[in-house]
Each structure stands twice: as C-alpha cells, then as structure tokens.
C-alpha cells in the first residue's frame, strides 16, 4: 500500500491507495465517514474517525495492515477530469505512470468522490470469513450515477486477473436498499439473511458473487 503510483483504471474513475501523508486523503476520510449515510449504513453509531490525526492513524495502521495481510483493502475513489490526460480510461492498469508521484497528481487533477474495499479478517471463522467481502461508499452529492457499481467492477476484475481473487461476499444492513441495488446490478445472488458471527452477531443480508458454489444457498464453506 506504500506505492504512491498504483491505481486502478475505470471508465471515469481511479482507484488508488489512500495515504496518510496527504491531509487530503485524510480530510476527505472524515468528511465521508461521517455523512449521515455513512453512518447509517454502518448501523447508526457515530465513526470515531473524526479528525485529520484518527483518518491518519487508520489509513497508516488498519488500512495499510489489511494490504499487506491480504493483498487488498480499502482503496480511495476518485472522479477523473474530463478528458483525462493522465492514462487510457479504458484499461485497468497499476503501473501506470511510473515516472512521478501519481498520488500527488491524482490530489491535483481529480476529485475524491468516495472509497471501495475488498476486507477479510485475520485468521479464520469465528474470527473471519473465508472470503472477502465488497464493500463502497459515496459522498451524497455522487450517488445515483453509478459510480459505486463502477467503482466496484474495477477492483472485482483487477482483484480476480492480478490475485486469483473470484469469491467475493457482499454483506449489508437488511435496511440498505441502496447496497442491494448495486449488488443487484453487479450481478451478485441474494442468500437471505443471515446472523453475521464475525461482526458481533448482528443480521446482516448475504449476498454472494455469481458462480460461487453455494448449493441451496449452503455458505459454511466460507464460515456463514
């Protein structure tokens, strides 16, 4: 995650790492985890994540600590300019361009709309599951445009062609009809809902990815 260069190319988006010695990456963490949709989806109980020191401390230890346990994390979401002068929108590419600081030109040209994640846990049921889950989130004024289903395509194809990553669970508040609608769209299966052990127990709806071998919706080979 320490690669100031690496992104992930969308249509009209980049999907970079989050870095911790940008105040703007970590003004841009508060400002988005502490909307009132946010905060909903996460069950209603208030982030601590309040303030440029806390975004800073979690993308430097939680974030970065899942990159490097897992090969993938969080990974901030960013609008290109239009046109885009920095890559060819149409590839899905980390290694594009390698002579300069990337991030740095990605803080100067573009606008940081949200952030999309593959998270697993360390270790293995009760304590994880046994695959990752696909989570998003989108600043209010950029929601309805599809860009957390796109966001979400391009980390699902470069996690799949670059780590072998195919199993993918999409887990969310019953409530969250805005979650359904973009697993819906991403062509995920709905698996009912189902007691979330990993996460205190809480019910939670289970969505999983299309051709994942689950039976008659049997998900104990991923610990549900």
């Not at 440029?52 to 901030?76: M, S």
């Not at 599951?129 to 998003?136: E, I, S």
């Not at 780590?163 to 609608?181: H, I, K, Q, T």
Request: one cysteine or more; hydrophobic letters at 40%; glycine letters at 10%.
């Amino acid at each position: 995650m320490t690669d100031p260069n690496f992104h992930i190319s969308t249509p009209r988006l980049y999907l970079s790492y989050l870095q911790p010695s940008l105040p703007a990456h970590c003004d841009f963490l508060v400002a988005l985890y502490n909307t009132p949709e946010f905060i909903a989806s996460i069950g209603g109980k208030p982030t601590s994540i309040t303030t440029r020191a806390a975004a800073q401390a979690v993308i430097a230890g939680r974030f970065r600590a899942e990159h490097a346990r897992n090969g993938y994390g969080t990974y901030l979401v960013s609008l290109k300019p239009a046109p885009s002068p920095l890559t060819n929108a149409t590839t899905t590419t980390a290694v594009d361009p390698p002579a300069d600081d990337f991030s740095q030109r990605l803080a100067a040209t573009c606008t940081p709309i949200g952030t999309v994640s593959l998270s697993r846990g360390e270790g293995e049921p009760p304590n994880a599951y046994l695959a990752p889950d696909l989570g998003f989130a989108v600043l209010p004024a950029f929601t309805r445009r599809g860009f957390a289903r796109e966001a979400a395509r391009g980390l699902l194809a470069w996690a799949e062609e670059q780590l072998g990553v195919r199993d993918v669970l999409g887990l969310f508040d019953p409530a969250n009809e805005a979650s359904r609608a973009v697993f819906k769209s991403l062509g995920f299966v709905d698996c009912g809902v189902r007691t979330l052990t990993v996460f205190g127990g809480v019910r939670g709806a289970v969505w999983v990815r299309e051709g994942m071998e689950v039976g008659d919706g049997d998900l104990g080979r991923y610990g549900l």
